[in-house]
């Protein structure tokens, strides 16, 4: 009950915001579906992180993207690996609301993900003992680790 109450909100909130006349992809449908993943995103700000989390309960990082997307109608795989293997790869000078960035926390190999809310911020559940939260992209800490960025919007709307 609780996810066709979603599904429906989300339906009444891309007719409310497109116009009648947007085309598949057009920017109009494009920026709706962006802010409206990034406002999904945002509600659960303060949710702690649970690792294998993939809902309000608590959420990794993988997972909390996956549920955000999955309630905005996309269906992502459940691994950040995945996610970034599966999504069309772009500069992050190119990345929008709503597209993702992928971060190698320890070591070579690609283990974070979050949500682009903007140029210089992303949403994301960071590790144990903390939670769903807002950073800068462009300190330090995470420019150093920084290991890519992909969209799934231009797919979605093809």
């Given amino acids: 009950m609780k996810s066709s109450i979603s599904i429906l909100a989300v339906v009444i909130f891309c007719c409310i915001l497109l116009p009648a006349n947007a085309e598949p992809g057009s920017g109009s ?3 709706a579906l962006r802010m409206s ?8 700000l303060g949710i702690r992180y649970n690792y294998g989390g993939m809902n309000e309960a608590g959420f990794d990082c993988s997972g909390f993207v996956r549920f955000v997307y ?8 459940r691994t950040t690996a995945g996610q970034f293997e ?23 190999k ?7 809310i903007n140029t210089r911020e992303f949403i ?9 939260t807002i950073e800068k992209i462009d300190t330090e800490y995470w420019r150093k680790r920084f290991a890519g960025a992909v ?3 231009n797919k979605v709307l093809q």
Avoid at 37 to 44: E, F, G, H, R
């Fill in 110 to 116: 690609i283990s974070h993900v979050g949500i682009v």
């Fill in 124 to 132: 994301h559940a960071p590790s144990t003992g903390k939670q769903v």
């Fill in 86 to 108: 599966q999504g069309t790869k772009i500069d992050l000078a190119q990345a929008s609301a709503g597209d993702l960035v992928f971060f190698k926390i320890d070591g070579e």
């Fill in 70 to 77: 999955k309630r905005n109608g996309i269906i992502l795989p």
């Fill in 29 to 31: 449908s494009q920026e």
């Fill in 151 to 153: 969209t799934y919007i």
């Fill in 37 to 44: 993943i990034v406002n999904t995103a945002k509600k659960y």
